[in-house]
């Protein structure tokens, strides 16, 4: 009797696997949550746990930085001659030369994403917030349809105006000061940066983040960053 039973429970279990395999994806995978206007419900708290805001590059670990994989697309930032060497001067006195980690100042767009505190995102159909720790930083993403005002100044977060492409949010993001870096291994920009960050609701738990960075004054052709948060 007893063999008998663990053949009726091992034959119970095939069939089971056997019908959650036939189930069809979507009743695999939960339902995004969305908002009342229909958009998926990105509010919440976040963060990306990830070693970028050390280095968005592949690197090793050292004394104050941890291991990490990179985030840059292809491990590559093609930059020009010029400021390859301004790369590597700011790596060497990074140590008083970062403008966050050594100042305090805010850490602009997209390094305040990946820095290793949490943020949090308040969405509304007309804004979209987000507050993070490091900083007490407050940022607003206009939801509008409103285009980057004319003579607006140079700011450390630049600023952003978002829309939806399907279940994706996307912000386009500029008029930054040329002040941060992306990262505390020197990797930066000029006041010439232009930014499109991509927020993809993955799963209830999981936004995928992925972000192009353009700036014709530092780099070469456009290149692009991506991790989940």
């Known amino acids: ?29 939960p339902a995004l949550r969305r908002t009342a206007d229909g958009k998926p419900d990105m509010n919440g708290i976040w963060q990306a746990l990830n070693s970028a805001a050390w280095d968005i590059q592949d690197h090793s670990g050292q004394l104050g930085v941890p291991p990490g994989q990179g985030v840059v697309e292809g491990n590559e930032i093609p930059y ?20 966050t980690e050594a100042n ?18 308040i969405q509304t159909p007309k804004t979209i917030a987000i507050r993070y720790e ?18 607006l ?33 020197g990797n930066f920009h000029s006041d010439a940066l232009h930014i499109v960050e991509r927020y993809t609701l993955a799963g209830p738990d999981h936004i995928l983040y992925e972000v192009t960075i353009e700036d014709p004054r530092v780099f070469t052709k456009p290149w692009e960053m991506s991790m989940p948060l």
């Open 1 to 29: 009797m007893k063999r008998f039973g663990r053949r009726m429970l091992s034959g119970a279990g095939v069939v089971l696997m056997l019908l959650i395999t036939s189930m069809p994806a979507a009743a695999q995978t």
């Open 80 to 99: 020009e001659p010029a400021a390859a060497a301004k790369k590597l001067e700011n790596f060497a006195n990074r140590a008083t030369a970062d403008p």
């Open 104 to 121: 305090c100042y805010l850490p602009g767009v997209p390094r305040a994403t990946y820095m290793p505190f949490p943020f949090d995102i």
């Open 134 to 151: 490091f900083g007490h930083t407050l940022r607003t993403i206009a939801m509008d349809g409103s285009p980057h005002p004319e003579g």
């Open 153 to 185: 100044p140079d700011t450390w977060m630049g600023d952003s105006r978002g829309r939806w492409e399907g279940d994706t949010l996307v912000v386009d993001v500029k008029n930054f000061n040329g002040q941060t870096w992306f990262d505390h291994a």
